[in-house]
């Protein structure tokens, strides 16, 4: 049985402002059609005889990962959550493990979900090339082939041929400087590491075993404590607590004695910066890669990504990014957009939030976006799906307005249930219980003012709520 493992824990500090901890890279529409991580999930449908994926995803983007995969018409998808985040090596034991639920002869494929891949045949006879040497017990990595001295990636060193399309690795090397990389491109027995994986999860785990038992015996402690919740698998947190932080290349891969390594050329990328994005992405004339509303005079080899209802014009600027988002803009050389990540931890040290938070916040049930705020009053425009409800809660500090702009609400206040139609309102007083449901087939969409002495997203006592959440 041939198996996806997804791991989709990333944060993509380096393509912030668009990315952020709770709206990270993976679940970005960021090139092409669908996110990055639905796209990575279509990859997998064009390989035969493929099974439902398994996706490990942090607990904080349980929903986000729900809902995109339904969207991509995947319902059969095993969802296992990551309490904390413990690099790669960890997450794929817990994909291994729950992958031997099902089969004890499972063949993992392990693909990040953030990873840009631009040619799917390729990808799709890569695998099969590297079927043969994951079943004969071989830890198979990807190896991409280069087109340029790079500084970015990680490269594998070639040893011996093993078939006609596999070879063992000799070496696994750390991002090298440029003359280092450019003396790689001229050998031409170098790859670029792709992070991506093929072989049997019960290899996985012997090898584990050998090289790093501790923590193999702390992820079999915080799995057998998993519970079901909803449609996840939620990992013991405490048990996850005592798992070593470690990656596969450093637990496995450079100490195993089966490392093979199979070369692709499948137009890849893993989108690791806005450098990397504007190399692969489709540019003007000028060499401009252009999204949104935005204007170029005298402006050349640069990126331009706008936020909707926001213009961006540039002129006489050369090798550029310039990203806006509702509440904040980069502007960079792209010569430093490996940098950006040092605006993140500028933004983390000072206790601001736009490092992991949008304006625009996704929930279960929808989305909030925070029009305006100012001195005891908040102003947000909310989105409901079809049939989703808010939880039934009250607040301490703070009473509110719904005005409906389009679509049907049913309002619960205390002991009163009632339906609003387009342009009529409701008030909620301090203290009460409330609820807000979507009755409808089409999104409900309200403007909410708040006002009180205190509007932060803490003040929410909860008395039900069918996400699971406190």
Known sequence: ??????????????????SRKNLPKQFLELAGKGTLFQQTIARTRQLPDVAAPIVVASEDHRFLAADQLLEAGIADATIVLEPLARNTAPAIALGALQALHRDADAMLLVLPADHLIGDTAAFVEGVRQAMPLAAQGWLVTFGIRPDR???????????????????????????????????????????WNSGMFLFKASRYLEELAAHAPAMLAAVRAAHAKATA???????DRDAFAQVPDDSIDYAVMEKTRRAAVVPVSCAWSDIGSWSALWLTGDKDAEGNLREGDTMAVDTRNSLLRSHERHLIATVGVDDLIVVTTPDATLVAHRDAAQDVKKIVEQLKAAGRSEHSLHRVVYRPWGSYDSLEEG??????????????????????????????????????????????????????????RHRLRNPGKLPLELIEVQSGSYLGEDDIVRYDDVYGRA
């Not at 049985?1 to 668009?18: A, H």
């Not at 696994?172 to 170098?190: I, N, R």
């Not at 919740?229 to 990992?235: C, E, G, K, P």
């Not at 009250?394 to 049907?408: L, P």
């Open 229 to 235: 919740d909803l449609d996840f698998v939620r990992i």
């Open 1 to 18: 049985m041939l198996i996806p493992l997804i791991l989709s824990g990333g944060s993509g500090t380096r393509l912030w402002p668009v």
């Open 375 to 432: 001195e005891r009053f908040q102003v947000k425009r909310i989105v409901v799906k079809p049939g989703a409800a808010l939880s039934l809660q009250k607040h301490h500090h703070r009473a509110e307005h719904w005005i409906v702009v389009s679509g049907t609400a049913e309002v619960t206040c205390d002991d009163k249930v009632f339906l609003l139609g387009e342009n009529q309102s409701t008030y909620i007083p301090l203290g009460s």
């Open 149 to 191: 001295a790079e500084t970015g990636f990680g490269y594998i060193r070639r040893a011996e041929a093993i078939d006609g399309h596999g070879f063992r690795v000799e070496q696994f090397v750390e991002k090298p400087d440029l003359a280092t990389a450019e003396s790689y491109l001229a050998d031409g027995g170098y790859d």
